[in-house]
Structure formats: C-alpha cells, structure tokens
C-alpha cells in the first residue's frame, strides 16, 4: 500500500492547487505591480478579499484597511513570485490607480512552504 497519498495534502498537487487558485484571482481580480526600492516591478494578480459597506455606497474616498489576496504565480510566466511579498512592497493598482502599503506581514495559505496565494492588508 504507497504511503505517499496518506501525506499529500492536496489529491492533485501544489501545482494545480495553485493553478486553480490563480484561475479563481484572476477572474475576480484585476492585474497589479508589487514596487519595492532596489528591485524592478513585479507584475501580480489581485483579488479584493472584502469590501466594505462604505465603498458599496460609493464612498471609497477615505483611507482604510483593506484586505487583498495576491496569487503566488506570477501572470506572465506562471512561476511564483521571486522574491516573496512582505510589507515592504507597495501594490500598485492598475484599474483604480491606487498606490497602497502593505503593513501586516504575509499571511500565507497553504501547505508548509508550498504557499497558494498571499494574504496582506493594505493601506492607502
């Protein structure tokens, strides 16, 4: 009897794991650029992960935390992100033209190292 399944979190793999969570961010979500000083821009695919009231009501304007998943596979290439997000980057929306920090560090989902996709709150 092979073991291996026994421990093998997810039935597929990681790979269509994240596959289909990048699948899901990308159709729900928008195109973005993680910035950061020293490093050229990365290219990323957003979702907002909850929206509050307030910017259902079109009042938007002032600055408050959100929160933003960020797929772990980068769109062009779908490899992951090298080097991980953290809070020293600033997500550059590209569809409201929003330049917002990201301040808690990374919240992953997934198995061990072998994340799916990043969760951060962010400010504008």
Not at 21 to 37: E, H, P, Q, V
Not at 55 to 77: C, F, H, W, Y
Request: overall charge positive; glycine content about 6%; aromatic content about 8%.
């Amino acid at each position: 009897m092979p073991t291996a399944a026994l421990y093998e979190p997810y039935p597929y793999g990681i790979q269509q794991s994240r596959q289909t969570w990048d699948d899901l961010i990308k159709r729900y979500g928008d195109l973005a650029i993680l910035r950061r000083s020293g490093l050229p821009d990365r290219w990323v695919s957003m979702m907002w992960a909850a929206i509050t009231p307030m910017e259902r009501l079109g009042m938007g304007q002032n600055p408050i935390d959100r929160k933003v998943l960020i797929s772990a596979l980068t769109p062009d290439t779908m490899l992951p992100l090298n080097p991980e997000p953290c809070e020293k980057d600033m997500l550059v929306t590209l569809a409201l033209d929003e330049h917002l920090k990201l301040f808690t560090p990374a919240g992953r989902a997934g198995p061990s190292r072998q994340q799916l996709y990043w969760r951060f709150s962010v400010r504008g």
